[in-house]
Structures are given as C-alpha cells and as structure tokens.
C-alpha cells in the first residue's frame, strides 16, 4: 500500500505554508501528501484515502460505488481544526513521519489518527469530532 497523508483543515494561509512544506519534505520519503477538500468532508475517509492522489475526485468516486452514491458535496464552515490521517504506515514509518511533521511545524494542537477498519466509513467531519473529543481528554 502506497503511504499517504490526507490533510484537512489546510485551506487557511498558515495551512497552505504547513502543506507545502509537508508535500516536499514527505515526497523525499515517497509519501503522498493530499488535501481533502472541504466540498469532500461526507465522504467516508477510507474512500478518500483510496483517491488521494489519483487524480479523481472522491466524490465523483463515491457516486459510481452502490450505496455512495448519496453521498452529497460538504458546504458547511471549514474545521476549526487541522486534521492528518496517516495511511499506510507502519509503527517505525509513522515515528520517522511524526517527526518530521514536527520539523514542518505541525504543532501539538493538530489532530493526528492513523486509518484503520473502525474509522475507515466515518467521514472527515465524524473523525473531526471523535479526535476533538479524544484530544480533550488526553489534555485537559
């Protein structure tokens, strides 16, 4: 499985300087770096993951697969928080990308998951909240 970082929450300037620096430092390690975009925040963050990177949009994606098709554009505010799923990672690959992620500057503050079976059909907005939730009481 190809290693990727979907990032969501970026659009802002400091995101977009924090997503650039990411993309060049991750693609040294051959790691795709991607924006979810906002318009893509109700589609389940496992068939994001399958689309990052190439090229197709996950919604248009979603549309062709039975039962996703419902799944309509997100036109609500952007998160008030930055969010980066890891997929692909094993345990050592994802404490060599954590480190650098931190010599980008993503800061303590960023929510950070790895994909995994029980997350894989939340969408971006579910994962948003089950990771605020999680950050809250890890650092009260």
């Known amino acids: 499985m190809n290693k990727k970082i979907l ?12 997503s650039d620096s990411l993309k060049g430092r991750m693609g040294e390690m051959g790691v795709t770096v991607c924006k979810i975009e906002k318009k893509e925040y109700l589609v389940p963050v496992g068939l994001l993951s399958s ?3 190439t090229g197709r949009s996950a919604l248009e994606t979603a549309a062709r697969i039975p039962g996703f098709g419902a799944v309509r554009a997100y036109e609500g505010k952007e998160l008030p928080v930055r969010i980066l799923l890891f997929v692909g990672f094993d345990s050592e690959e994802l404490d060599k990308a954590l480190a650098v992620c931190r010599e980008c500057g993503i800061g303590r503050n960023d929510l950070k998951a ?18 605020s939730d999680e950050h809250r009481m890890m650092n009260p």
């Open 7 to 18: 990032l969501s929450g970026f659009g802002d300037f400091v995101g977009n300087m924090l």
């Open 51 to 53: 689309a990052a990177g």
């Open 114 to 131: 790895v994909l995994t079976p029980d997350n894989a059909l939340w969408d971006v907005l579910t994962l948003c909240r089950e990771l």
